[in-house]
């Protein structure tokens, strides 16, 4: 088991920044990738970043240039830090941790860019 405590989801201004971070406890060692979803209101779950065991990353489209995802393997933290935010990046946001045979989640966070 896999426990994540998401945190640093604000109210900002659009063109703001915010950073968040994912503290990850429990079997750790199972982890293979890390990443964080985003859920708007009347919206699907949408992958925004992940980051693998071995540091690869990947990004959604909406956020490439904008976004950082990164990992401190010391904290078992990962954070992502988030530039120019627009009001579409408003949304509950999700920490996940694959593990071989299931996915844990995080209780989430929320993101609110004004206009």
């Known amino acids: 088991q896999v426990q994540l405590v998401e945190s640093g989801g604000n109210l900002v201004q659009a063109g703001g920044s915010l950073r968040l971070s994912c503290a990850a406890s429990g079997s750790i060692f199972s982890i293979a990738t890390m990443g964080w979803y985003r859920q708007a209101p009347g919206k699907q779950r949408e992958l925004v970043a992940e980051i693998t065991s071995g540091g690869s990353t990947k990004y959604a489209d909406s956020v490439k240039g904008r976004f950082t995802i990164s990992k401190d393997n010391a904290k078992n933290t990962v954070y992502l830090q988030m530039n120019t935010l627009k009001p579409e990046d408003t949304a509950v946001y999700y920490c996940?941790?694959?593990?071989?045979?299931?996915?844990?989640w995080g209780q989430g966070t929320q993101v609110t860019v004004s206009s």
């Open positions: 996940s941790a694959k593990q071989t045979y299931s996915t844990s």
